[in-house]
């Protein structure tokens, strides 16, 4: 009787490792799915951490195709989610943006495509239903045919094409076209050394004329509540805390959503993660990411640096190492 129950063992534990190695397999494409449709990493990790609870518990024997099964799971809860958050964002002091992802070794995040990563296309994300951002994601992200996503999101293959061609016409009425990576990482350079200097001339020539600055603090630190519309008065904005602000503050680099952005330190601290949303016409968007609970994960790496303004960090070197019972919880 031990040898059989010791067999019995072995065998639930091999299971165990089988479905963790399924699991972590799929991950990167679980968070980007789950990602794009909440804007926030610390909801995808709590999703994720459902999923894999879901995944353990389920009779594994009666999926056919697991890829497919955990992105149907992962999408229903993500929409279960989202219809909680917009509630909360309802009430978010001041401007909601979304929460940074380092993006330096998975520049697509986990999908076919780095579409819908991006801070601008997150942000009119924000204007969609839940049914239509999850349908956008899965086509326009991961590229899954229409009768796929019918399935996942339970509606018809009619429906889904629907729900695409509102969202991409809704992104296509509110979004100029953007400007090359290159010049993004150029034209945030600038801004962070004009911002410093609090050179209002140079601020203007950069800015879009209808630009808007958004600053997200939560409510945790000091951040402007309302958005702040137009080149001069975001220039006079900018220049007008450019001392305090700035006063011993590092600027080191980084990867983030697929763009460049400044991280901000004092004393060893992130307190800012800033970056631009740009057009031929100039910064369209400047944001100001504060709240302490969304970047405290984001580091500093390479990239647009401007001389005697930055002070790049090593990349630090993060362990995605965790026991085969809690594979969702992986550091991103």
Known sequence: MGDTGSGRHVRDVDDLD???AVFQSVRPRLF???YRMLGSSTETEDLLQDVWMRWQAYDRDTVAEPGAFLATVTTRLALNVLQSARVRRETYVGPWLPEPVDTRDDPHLGAERGEALG???LLLLERLTPTERAAYVLRE???YPYRQIAEIIETSEAAVRQLVSRARKHLASKRRAPVTRAEQRRL???FVTAARSGDLAALERILAADVVSYSDGGGAVRASRIPVVGALRV?????????RFWAGAEVEW?????QAAAVLRRDGEVFTVLTVN???EGIDQVLWMMNPAKIAAVSGADGPGQEGNSTPASRSETSHSRAASDPARTDR
Do not use: E, M, T
Not at 236 to 242: I, M
Not at 254 to 258: E, I, K, L, S, T
């Open 18 to 20: 089988q479905a963790a």
């Open 32 to 34: 980007g799915i789950a």
């Open 119 to 121: 801070f601008a296309v």
């Open 141 to 143: 992200a991961f590229d």
């Open 188 to 190: 945030l350079g600038a």
């Open 235 to 243: 220039a006079k904005y900018v220049r007008a805390f450019a001392d």
């Open 254 to 258: 980084a990867d983030v959503n697929g």
């Open 278 to 280: 740009a057009s031929d």
